[in-house]
């Protein structure tokens, strides 16, 4: 069974970084593209990033680039994603998911971010 388990969410105030993790289980790892998707309070989810199999292309929402990056370590079934710059629009419950042509089929639990001062 797919398990796709996300951590490193927490409270953060503006400015501030936070690593999120995601650690995949019950299939080929490197086979599948990965993304990372945010849901904000009261609002339907958005698409932020994502990173093909090998990791050699990644792809932002351009309300992230230049401060969020996605990487993955095959090897250890996980995929990253470091926020830096963090800003109060962040604010969001953060999930991995596969990425096929379906679409994103497989999603994890959620890791919670919170920027505020």
């Known amino acids: 069974q797919v398990q796709l388990v996300e951590s490193g969410g927490g409270m953060v105030q503006p400015g501030g970084s936070l690593r999120l993790s995601c650690a995949a289980s019950?299939?080929?790892?490197?086979?599948?593209?990965m993304s990372w998707v945010r849901q904000a309070p009261g609002r339907g989810p958005e698409w932020v990033s994502g990173i093909d199999t090998g990791g050699g292309d990644t792809y932002y929402t351009d309300s992230v680039k230049g401060r969020f990056t996605i990487s993955r370590e095959n090897a250890k079934e996980m995929l990253y994603l470091q926020m830096n710059s963090l800003k109060p629009e962040d604010t969001a419950l953060y999930y991995c998911?596969?990425?096929?042509?379906?679409?994103?089929?497989?999603w994890g639990q959620g890791t919670r971010v919170t920027v505020s001062s």
């Open positions: 019950g299939f080929t790892f490197s086979d599948y593209d």
């Open positions: 998911a596969t990425d096929t042509v379906h679409g994103l089929e497989n």
